[in-house]
């Protein structure tokens, strides 16, 4: 086993690495059954929903969508897989995963906020662990790491949040949670507003609200001497794509949080924007909705924010809680060190612990690809059809 100091921060200050802007090369669509699809079917674009719904409304006939099950990375590498077939180029990168994995990664050194001498942040760490540790399983194939998001350690999480008691007379986590799903079914059309009528836009309030079906962009990004694919859920576009794939798309990702009523409040917020202000920041992103609710769930004002604009405001405005050249610089550092330890084919975990400051790398398989690979991909790539570039 081997580890990476999170700490001391004052190794990753400075001007941040070089970024590289992400750019969308391929998406896939999960329609309203989590049925894949190689197209962008479950676009979605958004428009500004009312003020005063009830977040609540509906709950009982929510379809959830049982992530429970283990799906690797299949539909990234599935998509992968078609674009190289369409192209005949393969898509070189030093790492390939989920949006959501280097979003723990770069989060990591504020995950716990120790140190820092604010007894409010340290108090509200300790309330969350869920935040803070992280389990992920990779693999070496082709020269490039493959990351996915540890299975077991997932639900192990999930069944601890869900076993945390609400305080008296607050609603259940279940129902806070439908109501970030709720504030997306209020704010979303599936087509542009101009060709939709009045009608649906005033009765997207009466929607059963569904979270089977995603819009998927893959993009190629980096950060560092680190080349990356990721993919991840947008939440919609804000007018229509361009028609040149070379134009920056304008994304929407929608956000809920309680209206701020004092310090604490602030200091929760600013915590979510950390991890706001990185999942948009990864796929390319540049606007954030944010609705503010009351706590019964009522939604009460809209936000927009430029999320390229957040880590100066939490800087100049904010408790200053995080820094975002910071996470930059630390990504970078983690993800070459990444590259020199995972090197060989195997099953390797990536951990982080409760509260702990390094990120362990140990070898949990000596040979194969584990699940993290689906054989249609191995097969394809071993054919040597693509050429590198």
Request: with cysteine; hydrophobic share 35%.
């Amino acid at each position: 086993m081997t580890s990476f100091d999170i700490q001391p921060l004052n190794r990753f200050t400075g001007t941040s690495a070089a970024i590289r802007r992400p750019k969308e090369i391929a998406c896939f669509s999960y329609d309203d059954d989590h049925q894949y699809h190689l197209d962008g079917r479950s676009l979605r674009y958004y428009y500004p929903p009312l003020l005063g719904a009830d977040l609540s409304k509906g709950f009982d006939t929510f379809k959830q969508l049982d992530d429970t099950a283990d799906d690797h990375l299949d539909s990234l590498l599935k998509t992968i897989v078609a674009l190289e077939v369409r192209t005949g180029t393969k898509c070189e990168a030093d790492i390939i995963t989920w949006r959501g994995m280097v979003t723990k990664i770069m989060a990591a050194p504020f995950d716990n906020m120790g140190g820092n001498g604010c007894v409010w942040l340290e108090l509200l760490m300790a309330a969350d662990t869920n935040w803070a540790r992280f389990e992920m399983n990779a693999t070496n194939f082709q020269g490039t790491i493959f990351i996915e998001e540890n299975r077991e350690h997932k639900l192990e999480q999930r069944q601890h949040q869900h076993n945390q008691s609400s305080q008296p007379g607050s609603p259940s986590q279940d129902r806070m949670s439908y109501w970030g799903y709720k504030f997306e079914t209020l704010s979303l059309l599936p087509s542009p507003w101009d060709p939709t009528s009045r009608e649906y836009i005033e009765s997207r309030e009466n929607e059963i609200v569904n979270n089977h079906a995603q819009y998927c962009s893959v993009v190629k990004t980096g950060i560092g001497k680190a080349k990356m694919i990721l993919g991840g859920e947008v939440d919609a576009v804000w007018d229509c794509k361009p028609d040149n794939t070379d134009d920056p798309i304008n994304w929407v990702e929608l956000k809920t949080t309680a209206m701020i009523e004092s310090d604490r409040d602030m200091l929760k917020y600013e915590r979510k924007l950390l991890k706001f202000w990185i999942q948009s920041f990864l796929l390319g992103v540049p606007k954030i909705i944010v609705g503010f609710r009351s706590k019964l769930g009522i939604l009460q004002k809209l936000e927009e924010l430029e999320t390229k604009n957040i880590p100066g405001m939490v800087k100049r405005n904010g408790k200053g809680s995080w820094d975002g050249n910071l996470c930059i610089n630390f990504t970078a550092s983690f993800l070459d060190w990444l590259k020199q330890t995972i090197t060989t084919e195997g099953v390797w975990r990536i951990r982080r612990r409760d509260r702990s400051s390094v990120i362990e790398v140990l070898k949990h398989e000596e040979s194969g690809y584990g699940d993290i690979l689906s054989q249609e991909f191995i097969a394809w790539r071993e054919k040597g059809n693509s050429v590198d570039v």
